[in-house]
């Protein structure tokens, strides 16, 4: 069935008590029917419960509508700064705008740089762009003047336009800026045209100030003077009546700063990147906080999406007594569509299980509306799997990219955001992350312990003191990305005597940032090395919001193999590998975990045909792995595909019987009698539910679970 009605709940995570919003688009109107479900297991293709939701009874006097009405609800991407009217911006007639800008693409269609006033009965905007082939154009009530030669792309130039309102003369200049290219000052010169219009005389432009929306590029210093001019630089020296925009100030944050007289603060929407390198960047510092002024230009994309900002169609208080899980809100259509828009129901203050699933969500918000699998990637090959959800991505290109992804304009896409339809994150409809991880759901649902569901987003607001609620905490099978606070919570809790289950692969891989005056946006730089859809640009390796220095946690003096014992080794994604135990597992200290196993070879079997696969961590002394760490088992027999990771190579190479190519399941104890217990594989938990849970990898997982929860200290 097409997919045409999608939604998303904010906050995605919210405790009892507390309200969560669902947020509809429909292609075309509709009454439809409202449900509240517990997602059980949102894996059809799962080898154990498939499919498996539970209808959440609604309260009595209420709780949320048995049908809405749905609407469509446009999403309106590209990035843009918006300079709000004020006495001074209302009262402008003549007029001069200079402007720094790097044009990043063209050929798609007009773009904006900067727009002075809008169109109304009592005057004209002037507004400054580039049209479709590159060229800048200024234009005032329709009178449009065009320069001849269009700005090349991905270098500097300064950009000037004037407007006389009592001759009605309009004149426009473009400057190429000096590069480190003696032959590029061969091929670019400036160029000026002017235009007398007796229809402009008396016309004035006053209103607010847009930069951008659409425009693919960066944009630098613009100033606007009082007065047409011919010389920018001398009347701002003279200090003239003007406005003078510092991008290099609020670095982190969503706001524009003037410099000038009026303080003509403004703010940005959707994101657009900044600690970017701008024109006055030299290359003698790599961290935007040690010269800002280098770092005095935004990156604007016509792609950026990071607030869809639709109208709420439910808010929900979620009733005190329900417990915490994975729900979702589903819709459906009169003619049977099913929409579901999942949250999480946190712990009830103050009464904690003893047991946590910590969903990653940060790599949920990292792949949100991926295409790699329809599409493929350099690491990642095209499974050509269409579901409705991904035809959706394809032909509603507007929901946004991932962070695996690029711009239309080549640049890396290094945010991304939970406040948009986020269509992976539907029950079923891919294959890993958030699909995978209701696995783990099922799991612990059929091991009848109580457990509490807690998110990375949760895990990076509240650090340390959320995990410290828990005497055992488990992960999702791909916990990938990860911020500071995130990483020095983990390890408070394990330095505390915390029990800490790693069961997935390639986790605690990439540093992240979340804003803090946007909560709902992620950051992400890929400095130097690892496996990364792109590169981030020369001097730009440290984040916005927070300044951190990006990359692998690897390369930052953070291991994996520091904390959980293993550390990203390999991937490939074809068929997964069984383990061998090691004769440590059968007369260690660690033998208890292995208890009515009876079989050397384990998980010879899964949903991918193994538990050791796609991404797989080993143990490893020299990056960290505890030496008294017992190596229970190591995979073997993994195919030609299975590949070592790209940052333990100087040179490219492709090595026979690579020893290194595998995971292990390790354990050790922590202080405080506090353990730890890492399965280094993506894989495991698409061999839990085998034969109903009765196989040997759930064997070992029930064994730690319930073995951690018991307070003998190890």
Same mark, same amino acid.
């Given at each position: 069935?097409?997919?045409?009605?999608?939604?998303?709940?904010?906050?995605? &995570?919210?405790?009892?008590?507390?309200?969560?919003?669902?947020?509809?688009?429909?292609? $075309?109107?509709?009454?439809?029917?409202?449900?509240?479900?517990?997602?059980?297991?949102?894996?059809?293709? &799962?080898?154990?419960?498939?499919?498996?939701?539970?209808?959440?009874?609604?309260?009595?006097?209420?709780?949320?509508? &048995?049908?809405?009405?749905?609407? #469509?609800?446009?999403?309106?991407?590209?990035?843009?700064?918006?300079?709000?009217?004020?006495?001074?911006?209302?009262? *402008?007639?003549?007029?001069?705008?200079?402007? *720094?800008?790097?044009?990043?693409?063209?050929?798609?269609?007009?773009?904006?740089?900067?727009?002075?006033?809008?169109?109304?009965?009592?005057?004209?905007?002037?507004?400054?762009?580039?049209?479709?082939?590159?060229?800048? @154009?200024?234009? @005032?009530?329709?009178?449009?003047?065009?320069?001849?030669?269009?700005?090349?792309?991905?270098?500097?130039?300064?950009?000037?336009?004037?407007?006389?309102?009592?001759?009605?003369?309009?004149?426009?200049?473009?400057?190429?800026?000096?590069?480190?290219?003696?032959?590029?000052?061969?091929?670019?010169?400036?160029?000026? %045209?002017?235009?007398?219009?007796?229809?402009?005389?008396?016309?004035?432009?006053?209103?607010?100030?847009?930069?951008?929306?659409?425009?693919?590029?960066?944009?630098?210093?613009?100033?606007?003077?009082?007065?047409?001019?011919?010389?920018?630089?001398?009347?701002?020296?003279?200090?003239?009546?003007?406005?003078?925009?510092?991008?290099?100030?609020?670095?982190?944050?969503?706001?524009? #700063?003037?410099?000038?007289? #009026?303080?003509?603060?403004?703010?940005?929407?959707?994101?657009?990147?900044?600690?970017?390198?701008?024109?006055?960047?030299?290359?003698?510092?790599?961290? !935007?906080?040690?010269?800002?002024?280098?770092? %005095?230009?935004?990156?604007?994309?016509?792609?950026?999406?990071?607030?869809?900002?639709?109208?709420?169609?439910?808010?929900?208080?979620?009733?005190?007594?329900?417990?915490?899980?994975?729900?979702?809100?589903?819709?459906? &259509?009169?003619?049977?569509?099913?929409?579901?828009?999942?949250?999480?129901?946190?712990?009830?203050?103050?009464?904690?299980?003893?047991?946590?699933?910590?969903?990653?969500?940060?790599?949920?918000?990292?792949?949100?509306?991926?295409?790699?699998?329809?599409?493929?990637?350099?690491?990642?090959?095209?499974?050509?799997?269409?579901?409705?959800?991904?035809?959706?991505?394809?032909?509603?290109?507007?929901?946004?990219?991932?962070?695996?992804?690029?711009? %239309?304009?080549?640049?890396?896409?290094?945010?991304?955001?939970?406040?948009?339809?986020?269509?992976?994150?539907?029950?079923?409809?891919?294959?890993?992350?958030?699909?995978?991880?209701?696995?783990?759901?099922?799991?612990?649902?059929?091991?009848?312990?109580?457990?509490?569901?807690?998110?990375?987003?949760?895990? #990076?607001?509240?650090?340390?003191?959320?995990?410290?609620?828990?005497? @055992?905490?488990?992960?999702?099978?791909?916990?990938?990305?990860?911020?500071?606070?995130?990483?020095?919570?983990?390890?408070?809790?394990?330095?505390?005597?915390?029990?800490?289950?790693?069961?997935?692969?390639?986790?605690?891989?990439?540093?992240?940032?979340?804003?803090?005056?946007?909560?709902?946006?992620? $950051?992400?730089?890929?400095?130097?090395?690892?496996?990364?859809?792109?590169?981030?640009?020369?001097?730009?390796?440290?984040?916005?919001?927070?300044?951190?220095?990006?990359?692998? !946690?690897?390369?930052?003096?953070?291991?994996?193999?520091?904390?959980?014992?293993?550390?990203?080794?390999?991937?490939?994604?074809?068929?997964?590998?069984?383990?061998?135990?090691?004769?440590?597992?059968?007369?260690?200290?660690?033998?208890?975990?292995?208890?009515?196993?009876?079989?050397?070879?384990?998980?010879?079997?899964?949903?991918?045909?193994?538990?050791?696969?796609?991404?797989?961590?080993?143990?490893?002394?020299? *990056?960290?792995?505890?030496?008294?760490?017992?190596?229970?088992?190591?995979?073997?027999?993994?195919?030609?595909?299975?590949?070592?990771?790209?940052?333990?190579?100087?040179?490219?190479?492709?090595?026979?019987?690579?020893?290194?190519?595998?995971?292990?399941?390790?354990?050790?104890?922590?202080?405080?009698?506090?353990?730890?217990?890492? @399965?280094?594989?993506?894989? !495991?938990?698409?061999?839990?539910?085998?034969?109903?849970?009765?196989?040997?990898?759930?064997?070992?997982?029930?064994?730690?679970?319930?073995?951690?929860?018991?307070?003998?200290?190890?």
């Amino acid at each position: 069935m097409t997919k045409t009605i999608v939604g998303y709940c904010d906050p995605f &995570s919210v405790p009892p008590g507390q309200q969560v919003e669902l947020k509809v688009s429909a292609a $075309e109107p509709a009454s439809c029917l409202l449900d509240v479900v517990r997602i059980i297991c949102g894996d059809p293709s &799962s080898k154990g419960p498939g499919f498996t939701e539970e209808l959440v009874p609604r309260p009595d006097g209420g709780g949320w509508p &048995s049908s809405i009405a749905v609407r #469509h609800q446009p999403l309106h991407p590209g990035s843009y700064g918006e300079v709000p009217a004020a006495a001074w911006l209302e009262d *402008l007639r003549s007029c001069t705008v200079a402007v *720094l800008v790097q044009p990043t693409r063209a050929g798609a269609g007009e773009q904006l740089l900067v727009r002075i006033g809008t169109a109304g009965p009592a005057g004209a905007s002037l507004t400054l762009g580039l049209d479709e082939d590159g060229h800048v @154009v200024l234009d @005032v009530a329709g009178e449009r003047l065009r320069l001849d030669r269009p700005l090349t792309v991905r270098r500097w130039w300064r950009v000037i336009a004037s407007y006389d309102a009592t001759f009605g003369q309009l004149r426009l200049r473009q400057v190429p800026l000096p590069t480190r290219s003696p032959a590029d000052r061969l091929l670019l010169a400036e160029a000026r %045209a002017e235009l007398a219009a007796d229809e402009l005389i008396g016309l004035k432009v006053g209103g607010g100030v847009r930069f951008a929306g659409p425009f693919d590029g960066r944009l630098e210093d613009p100033v606007l003077v009082e007065g047409a001019t011919d010389d920018v630089d001398a009347a701002l020296a003279a200090g003239d009546a003007h406005a003078r925009w510092d991008f290099s100030l609020g670095i982190g944050t969503s706001t524009i #700063h003037d410099r000038g007289p #009026h303080q003509l603060h403004g703010r940005l929407f959707q994101t657009p990147m900044r600690a970017v390198t701008g024109s006055r960047w030299d290359g003698t510092t790599q961290r !935007w906080s040690d010269a800002p002024g280098q770092y %005095a230009a935004i990156h604007f994309h016509r792609d950026d999406l990071t607030d869809a900002g639709w109208r709420t169609d439910v808010a929900l208080t979620v009733p005190e007594d329900l417990p915490s899980g994975v729900y979702a809100f589903r819709v459906t &259509s009169p003619d049977g569509e099913i929409e579901r828009s999942p949250f999480v129901v946190g712990p009830k203050p103050g009464a904690p299980a003893r047991l946590a699933l910590l969903l990653p969500t940060a790599t949920y918000w990292a792949y949100a509306n991926h295409r790699m699998t329809i599409d493929g990637a350099e690491f990642f090959p095209s499974r050509n799997r269409l579901r409705p959800e991904f035809d959706y991505i394809r032909s509603h290109p507007e929901v946004g990219l991932s962070m695996y992804e690029y711009h %239309a304009d080549g640049s890396g896409v290094m945010v991304s955001s939970r406040r948009r339809p986020v269509l992976n994150l539907k029950p079923g409809a891919d294959g890993w992350a958030f699909t995978a991880d209701t696995n783990l759901l099922a799991y612990l649902t059929h091991l009848g312990e109580p457990f509490d569901v807690i998110t990375d987003d949760d895990l #990076h607001r509240d650090g340390a003191a959320l995990l410290a609620r828990y005497q @055992v905490v488990l992960t999702g099978s791909h916990p990938e990305y990860w911020s500071t606070r995130m990483l020095d919570g983990l390890e408070q809790y394990l330095g505390d005597g915390g029990r800490f289950l790693y069961l997935g692969g390639n986790g605690f891989y990439w540093r992240v940032a979340w804003s803090e005056e946007e909560p709902w946006v992620m $950051e992400v730089r890929r400095a130097e090395d690892g496996t990364r859809g792109w590169i981030a640009e020369p001097g730009e390796y440290y984040h916005e919001h927070g300044g951190e220095y990006g990359g692998l !946690w690897r390369r930052l003096g953070r291991a994996p193999n520091l904390l959980v014992g293993v550390g990203f080794a390999a991937q490939g994604f074809d068929r997964a590998a069984p383990y061998r135990r090691t004769p440590e597992s059968f007369e260690g200290r660690a033998a208890w975990i292995f208890d009515g196993v009876d079989e050397e070879v384990i998980g010879d079997f899964g949903v991918g045909g193994g538990a050791s696969g796609q991404e797989i961590d080993r143990y490893d002394p020299r *990056l960290g792995s505890p030496p008294h760490a017992a190596v229970l088992a190591t995979s073997f027999g993994h195919s030609a595909e299975m590949l070592r990771t790209k940052e333990e190579f100087l040179a490219t190479a492709i090595l026979a019987n690579d020893t290194n190519i595998r995971s292990d399941l390790v354990f050790f104890e922590v202080p405080n009698g506090g353990a730890v217990f890492s @399965v280094g594989s993506i894989a !495991w938990y698409g061999a839990l539910a085998h034969r109903g849970y009765d196989n040997n990898v759930a064997r070992i997982t029930t064994n730690v679970i319930r073995r951690f929860l018991d307070p003998t200290p190890f």
